[in-house]
């Protein structure tokens, strides 16, 4: 007797290993792998998160062994009428807990079941979903400590099995795999195999003193792993099953992947926190605008405000489609503190060339920097870049790598303000007085406790 055919809707899952979706379809029936090209998800993402998914697709399409429809358009609609076509006796999907995602899954499941066609939640993007740690008094948590205390006794499923002996369903051709669109960011390969890769090396190496090196963005300290979870190309379940938390490194690698999970809550519990302030007094922050403060934004954006720490960062961003956390964070308060930009501003653009763009995890960390977020820094917390630069970047590595104007000047020298206009031909001067800038910050800050 033929087996029913089941669909798996792939969305943040594009591997084989540790998918209990994948595992629970493949019992139920024949599989046939969906994507759906979301037009509310791709139209928003830059050319570098679009290049990745479309590797991630090529990846999955060959694991597939061809089977994988991609599909483009509405998933409400584009899910149900395959249900019809291939008589699919269920769907199977890894829940999603953002903001439009819970929105659209509401929809398809309504759709489908119009249809007679269940859609079967199995597992998520997380080691523990959105939504399961709660105070004793059933409340959210509103700090990271005592949320990655829960968390951590919640604790996890091991890596699931397999899955073996999937039989591909034979499904309506798709319209195709999106052409990666034309971008000059020199991207990671995609894919699951890349991925396991990728932790392979870092688990071997440079793990074994993350907790000394993390902090440092000259040479490969960090596991770059976040594209891959945000593709799910690897669960993080994979990465914490490999884990000692006795060992010093891995005890503060897995701090990161909390603050991951610990913010995917806060926007589950607070989904406005994607592009509003978490703190509703910190949203009458004085903020500059004009046509002076849209020139700061650009001299920002491109890597040109004349204080290299920050240009290096925004230059890694531009060429990498990624950037160091410690400087995405001294790049964050330059644009809120010195500058006095909204944070919205350079959440967008950080999403618009981030490969690891990931809403929680931007909107929040954005937020934690300007302080309007949960568990924020205290707004009167402002990072001199000159000092974070000499500081994290002691020996001007990684500024020299991203900014060639000034590989002429040697050592910690590239961080002094009076060495670049005499030795860096091109370089441009800084574009504010961070000291004037900082008790400006100060005072805008005060004027909003008033």
Sequence with gaps: MP???????????????DNPAL???GHAGSVLPVFVLDDALWAPAGPARRAFLAGCLEDLQRSTNGALVVCHGDPTSELAAL???????????????????????DAVAAALEAGQVELRWVGSSYAVDPGSVVKGDGTAFKVFTPFSRAWAAHGWDRPFPGPVGIGWADGPEGKGIPEAPAHDAELPTAGEEAGLRRWDRFRDGALLDYDKRRDSPAGEHTSRMSAYLKWGCVHPRTLLADLDVARKGDAAFRAELCWREFYADVLWHQPGSARRALQPQMAGMALDSGPLADAHFQAWSQGRTGFPIVDAGMRQLLAEGWMHNRVRMIAASFLVKDLHLDWTRGARWFMDHLVDGDLASNSHGWQWVAGTGTDAAPYFRVFNPTTQGQKFDPDGDYVRRYVPEL???AGKAVHEPWAQPLLAGGYPERIVDHKEEREEALARYQAVRR
Excluded: E, M, N
């Design 3 to 17: 087996q029913p055919t089941v669909i798996w809707w792939v969305r943040r899952d594009f591997r084989l290993r």
């Design 83 to 105: 249900a019809r076509s291939t008589g699919a006796a269920a769907v199977y999907a890894a829940a999603d807990f953002g903001p439009y995602g819970r929105r659209r899954d």
């Design 23 to 25: 595992v629970a379809a």
């Design 407 to 409: 590989r002429a000047v």
